[in-house]
């Protein structure tokens, strides 16, 4: 890897320079550095020892400041970093080009023009090139750019695997707290690292979810045991299903190399703790997972946990069909299984049959409040260590632990570099402290936040390169708090100042936005005039939302323009939104068109919405094949669809199966049409437990149903809590129909003035 740069990014700006985090990244990505300045002495010239250097290398990394540098000896008029460009242009290298941004440090500026005329031939080169503004953002942009990079000679799932992008490990040399996600519990002498599992009720549901392959998402509160939970059922089924091995990619980024690279996928397990994290533009969607584990195979396994607290942060709520690549409709493919806090009657028994070992003894004796999984993490006693760092224990060390808390509440799920908390934590120290400080020792500081509390987990957990994962503890308790202290502007500021090429920063901007922060503005701008297709599809949604509220047709024709950029681009969710308003429009043919374009692309409900114009041409064959495609691909609506064709056909067990497939994938209707089947049948007891199903679900005439069937059995208890859910169902409905109605509802995304948002400047 050679790194062409001027000799000011080697020492600029001081702590970690620029070409400091380029060699980290190369680090990273397994590759050696080759550059001018670890040349040995040797006769000959220097423009001939850079030529053969660089075109020995693989990839040309150049790192284009506002400096000019050294002129080539014998070619004043270049200078060596443009003579490497030029030669790894000749070479056929793939040269990846990152320019600092204007808003650099004063250092480093000097507006020298051949400089300038060089960046300019730069950015109209063909080549692609991104913008920076600092060491680690600079670290991230290369870091990915390698990883997509990839060589003929290097797989990128070989790759991956090797720069620790990608842990591949036989299921039974996994350590559960290394390598999954397993909060560390407190330590006692001589005994396991792990306490004795204590079976959950939730462990059938568990089985019968990893036993139909397809993702399964463990959901619950932070320190509920869902991680450990899910490691044992995946340890207790792995014999039956065959998986031998355990995947563990590191981001989103990494997970989708794996899927695109074409190399098979047998007998694993693909494990994502903190399914949140996997969520970026690049990342998980239905398309991967059908991907790597369509339906009917179970020798390929997604497994992921989630935290309540996030998951009811993610998705939209329904109100209209386009889509701003909600985690709902990935959720909806899914099978989730919702872990409780505490543990039932049940569960303490059997737990008591392990109180010998003395943790599990403590927790069923703790009177706190705290779940077992809770008090094996020390979670409390976590939370208590901050707390009383903020009380004058140790404030910086607090701070740095606020500051993190704060930048998941934000919606920055990746693990925060140090110099970002660094930055942070004065916003969060007491004015009296923070100017009584002078120079903190914040090396103790960082040691005091990432000691283990009882030998378990800390409040900051270090991760590699520098950056600090918070305990979502912390999070969780901060955010079920209603008192909690709003987010600082400075933590906001630093959030938003990110590189662009950090696929949470546009996240984080929309939830600003969301908060009504108008410097969140900018960044969705520069995220759309930089084609993020997320971006794309995300104004698009929102500029849709506000033409349909205000009636402003501008603000329409704005989001079908963004979505055809994100189209054009190959972006199935655009084209499906592009789909869905062609329809709405009355253009048929146009939706049509885009919905055919998803469809082939393999977006599922494209399928689906296919399938459903070939039904209204009485081209029923043609319906069913796109239904059962999208169906493969978990699409609930197309399970649906064929379950009333088959009951159309007077196909009885074909649309028993469908209806029960789509309920399983999250459909509310096909639950109530499966107990309405075997009523039909005359199979009371089964129609009776699916109509409670369907009820639980929130459908109406199901709750009508098991309300009159609880009046009949003169049970008031159960006739008190249909009654009750029936009230909080028919309220909601009610609400959905005033916003249906009236346009009015999820604002979201328009605490600002559209027209000021999205207008070109």
Not at 233 to 247: D, K, T
């Amino acid at each position: 890897m050679f790194i062409s740069h001027t000799s000011e990014l080697r020492r600029l700006p001081p702590g970690r320079s620029y070409i400091a985090a380029v060699e980290s990244a190369v680090a990273r990505a397994g590759d050696a550095v080759v550059d001018m300045a670890y040349f040995p002495a040797r006769d000959d010239a220097p423009e001939a020892v850079c030529r053969e250097s660089v075109a020995g290398a693989d990839v040309l990394v150049l790192v284009a400041g506002f400096r000019y540098g050294s002129p080539v000896r014998d070619r004043p008029d270049v200078s060596y970093t443009e003579l490497e460009f030029e030669v790894a242009g000749g070479a056929g290298l793939p040269r990846l080009v990152f320019l600092l941004s204007e808003d650099t440090d004063e250092a480093l500026r000097d507006r020298d023009p051949r400089q300038e005329e060089f960046r300019r031939r730069l950015r109209d080169s063909g080549v692609t090139t991104a913008v920076v503004s600092s060491p680690d953002g600079l670290e991230t942009a290369v870091l990915h750019a390698l990883y997509e990079q990839g060589r003929p000679s290097d797989p990128a799932v070989e790759r991956l695997r090797r720069t620790g992008a990608l842990l591949d490990r036989p299921i039974g040399d996994c350590d559960p707290v290394r390598d999954l996600g397993v909060h560390r519990p407190t330590q006692v002498a001589d005994l396991p690292l792990l306490p004795p599992y204590i079976p959950r009720t939730a462990d059938a549901d568990l089985d019968r979810a990893v036993a139909g392959g397809g993702l399964v998402v463990v959901e619950g509160n932070s320190a509920a045991g869902k991680t450990r939970s899910a490691w044992e059922a995946v340890r207790r089924n792995a014999p039956s299903h065959g998986w031998r091995s355990v995947l563990v990619p590191r981001d989103g980024a990494a997970l989708r190399l794996v899927v695109e690279s074409g190399e098979p996928l047998r007998d694993v397990v693909v494990w994502l703790d903190d399914l949140e994290r996997y969520l970026t533009p690049d990342g998980l969607d239905p398309a991967m997972v059908a991907a790597v584990c369509p339906p009917g195979r179970t020798d390929v396994l997604l497994v992921a946990t989630l935290r309540s607290q996030t998951r009811r942060q993610l998705g939209d709520d329904g109100r209209y069909p386009q889509v701003s690549r909600s985690a709902d409709h990935l959720l909806a493919t899914a099978r989730t299984v919702r872990l409780a806090r505490d543990l039932d009657p049940d569960e303490r028994r059997s737990a008591r049959r392990h109180q010998a070992d003395p943790r599990i003894a403590a927790a069923l004796a703790d009177r706190t409040g705290a779940g077992l999984a809770e008090h094996l993490a020390a979670a409390p006693e976590a939370l208590v260590r901050w707390h009383a760092g903020r009380d004058g224990m140790q404030e910086v060390g607090a701070a740095l632990i606020s500051a993190a808390v704060d930048c998941r509440r934000a919606g920055y799920f990746d693990p925060v570099p140090r110099g970002w908390l660094e930055a942070l934590y004065p916003a969060y120290l007491d004015p009296r402290t923070r100017n009584r400080l002078r120079r903190p020792d914040l090396d103790e500081a960082f040691d005091w936040a990432t000691a283990p509390v009882r030998g378990a987990s800390s409040c900051l957990l270090p991760e590699a390169d520098g950056r600090f994962a918070v305990f979502d503890y912390l999070v969780d308790r901060t955010q079920a708090d209603p008192g909690s202290a709003p987010i600082p502007d400075t933590t906001w500021q630093v959030l938003l100042d990110g590189e662009e090429t950090d696929p949470w920063v546009f996240e984080v901007a929309l939830r600003a936005l969301r908060e009504g922060r108008r410097e969140a503005v900018d960044v969705i701008r520069r995220a759309i005039r930089s084609g993020n297709p997320a971006a794309l599809v995300a104004a698009g949604y929102a500029s849709f939302v506000a033409g349909r509220v205000t009636g402003d047709g501008r603000l329409l024709d704005q989001a079908v323009g963004m979505w055809t950029t994100a189209a054009e681009n190959g972006d199935r969710y655009a084209m499906h939104n592009l789909g869905l308003t062609h329809s709405l429009l009355g253009h048929r043919e146009d939706a049509e068109r885009w919905w055919r374009a998803a469809a082939r692309a393999g977006f599922a409900p494209a399928m689906t919405e296919v399938g459903v114009l070939h039904s209204a041409r009485g081209r029923l064959a043609d319906a069913q094949r796109w239904w059962t495609e999208a169906a493969e691909h978990g699409e609930p609506g197309a399970m649906l669809e064929l379950g009333k064709l088959a009951y159309l056909r007077k196909d009885w067990d074909a649309a028993e199966m469908w209806c029960a497939r789509a309920g399983e994938a999250g459909s509310v209707q096909a639950l109530y049409n499966h107990a309405d089947l075997a009523k039909q049948r005359g199979d009371h007891a089964a129609a009776e437990e699916r109509y409670r199903a369907a009820a639980e679900a929130g459908h109406l005439a199901a709750l009508d149903h098991v309300l009159k069937a609880a009046r009949r059995r003169g049970d008031q208890a159960e006739v008190e809590h249909w009654r009750q859910r029936r009230q909080v169902a028919v309220k909601a409905a009610k609400k959905a129909m005033v916003r249906q109605i009236t346009d009015e509802g999820r604002l979201d995304l328009l605490a600002l003035s559209w027209d000021g948002l999205f207008e070109e400047r």
